[in-house]
């Protein structure tokens, strides 16, 4: 049975694979190294998830899907010494949602196309890959406690509860609707941009507005990529070839302006530079995970939801014609 037929008739074809929480990097690319030897779509869910596309998988090792998943398993316990949890559906969402089913230490559960929308039905709605936790909150409130109930309110209203993107992919997967493909990807471990000065600058002024015009080049970098951050290292450099450099972490994985700010923000404050004599600012952005794993937060602030709605606007406008067109009044001052 080819795959394309094994797909027609019923058959699952996602793989996703969950290893253990604080699982060393090295050995996390191990874990990625057997998935490329079982199928060549993998993209890698730092730090520690993948997605396996296994329609060519199914015909190259004439196994059904779940056989392929416990031969996964094995094969991390036995060269590698890490027990994954492995769920296999018809989608992404499905897939994910099941191996987070999976109590630990690890297992397979595979679940066909035909039995998707009965096995999500009875989960509580929590449950759903990609629903949050405020997100949960709000439908809980309006007595929506499982899957099944969420995929019974019309889209609409859905939407009017969650907001219009989070509330369309809330009631789409719940339905059991999600095109996503499985992308190959690697993603890089950090991303960075940085700022040199042709002169010491001693005016706290352009240092943050130096800071704010790395803080949009790092958002719009992340979010070309499909990359989210989980933290941010500040370096500062002065004059005499001495430095400073400081990492936090944000509060949720986020590519958003506004959240890279806030935290780039303290970061410099709490280096307070009064009359240092700075040479150039580097920002990194580390710990990057898949920006569509990160779950979408309801959020009851109006005034951020504007300026989010704004930020997809702007990438538009930077995309079309050029990432110096438009951009915070602070940085175009201070280049003028």
Request: proline share 6%; hydrophobic share 45%.
């Amino acid at each position: 049975m080819t795959a394309d037929a094994a797909a027609g008739r019923g058959v699952a074809t996602v793989m996703h694979v969950r290893c253990p929480n604080r699982l060393p990097q090295a050995a996390y690319r191990q874990v990625l190294e057997l998935l490329a030897g079982l199928s060549p779509v993998v993209q890698a869910l730092p730090p520690t998830a993948a997605l396996v596309e296994l329609k060519g998988a199914l015909r190259y090792h004439g196994a059904d899907p779940r056989r392929l998943g416990e031969m996964l398993r094995v094969r991390t316990l036995s060269r590698l010494g890490v027990d994954v949890r492995v769920g296999i559906g018809p989608t992404v969402t499905v897939a994910a949602t099941a191996s987070a089913q999976i109590p630990a230490p690890g297992g397979v559960l595979a679940v066909a196309p035909d039995a998707a929308a009965d096995w999500l039905a009875p989960l509580p709605v929590e449950a759903l890959h990609g629903i949050g936790p405020r997100q949960a909150d709000v439908l809980h409130e309006y007595g929506i406690h499982t899957v099944g109930l969420l995929a019974a309110v019309t889209p609409a209203t859905v939407q009017r509860l969650l907001g219009g993107r989070a509330g369309r992919l809330a009631a789409d997967r719940a339905r059991g609707i999600d095109p996503r493909p499985v992308v190959p990807r690697a993603l890089p471990a950090s991303a960075t941009v940085r700022r040199t000065f042709g002169r010491h600058t001693l005016d706290g002024a352009e240092a943050r507005a130096a800071l704010l015009g790395l803080v949009v080049a790092l958002g719009r970098l992340l979010r070309r990529r499909g990359q989210a951050a989980r933290a941010l290292t500040l370096t500062l450099k002065f004059a005499g070839g001495t430095s400073w450099e400081k990492t936090r972490r944000l509060a949720e994985p986020s590519a958003h302006d506004e959240d890279l700010r806030t935290l780039a923000y303290r970061l410099t404050d709490a280096a307070g530079l009064q009359r240092g004599r700075l040479t150039g600012i580097v920002l990194t952005a580390g710990d990057l995970v898949d920006a569509g794993q990160v779950a979408e937060q309801i959020s009851l602030d109006t005034a951020r939801e504007a300026r989010l709605v704004a930020e997809t606007a702007v990438d538009r406008v930077r995309d079309k014609f050029g990432p110096g067109v438009i951009g915070p009044a602070a940085v175009f001052r201070r280049a003028c």
